[in-house]
């Protein structure tokens, strides 16, 4: 098993996203992202995030799968079908690690999916992917 150093990586001022109807799983990847330096805002579902993706223009997006309103799929297809938000990568959060899941995300346009519950290493080697991309 290999390792990596998460704290090297550089993450400072990315604007993050984080979309999930339950209270505990922002708060906990609010305050994991925030310590390694993100920006970070919270929706409680699809519908409330639309509004804050076009004020905040985030960097990264986690979006839950099961929410009130508007899912996981719908909120990613929204985003993903909008020219000027369908590069921003959206990574699928769910409870659920089934290949179906995975599958209909990607359909919709997610760019990856973390199984929850997730740690701090988890949710910041998947912003490592897409800040590499992006520099």
Same mark, same amino acid.
Do not use: W
């Given at each position: ?43 409680? @579902? !699809?519908?409330?995030?639309? %509004?804050? =993706?076009?004020?905040?223009?985030p960097d990264v997006i986690?979006?839950? #799968? *099961?929410?009130?309103?508007? @899912? !996981?799929?719908?909120?990613? %297809?929204? =985003? ?10 959206? #990574? *699928?959060?769910?409870?659920? @690690? !089934?290949?179906?899941?995975? %599958? ?32």
């Open positions: 098993m290999v390792l990596k150093l998460v704290d090297k990586m550089d993450v400072q001022g990315l604007k993050v996203l984080v979309i999930d109807d339950s209270n505990t799983i922002r708060r906990t990847a609010e305050t994991l992202l925030a310590k390694a330096g993100c920006d970070v805002v919270t929706a409680s @579902d !699809g519908f409330d995030s639309l %509004a804050k =993706i076009v004020d905040i223009k986690f979006i839950d #799968i *099961m929410m009130p309103r508007l @899912d !996981g799929y719908q909120t990613c %297809a929204l =985003i993903k079908n909008n020219a000027e938000f369908k590069s921003i990568p959206v #990574i *699928m959060l769910s409870s659920k @690690d !089934g290949l179906f899941d995975k %599958a209909k995300g990607r359909i919709v346009g997610a760019d990856d999916y973390l199984t929850k519950p997730f740690g701090r290493a988890e949710l910041l080697d998947a912003l490592e992917r897409y800040v590499e991309k992006e520099t």
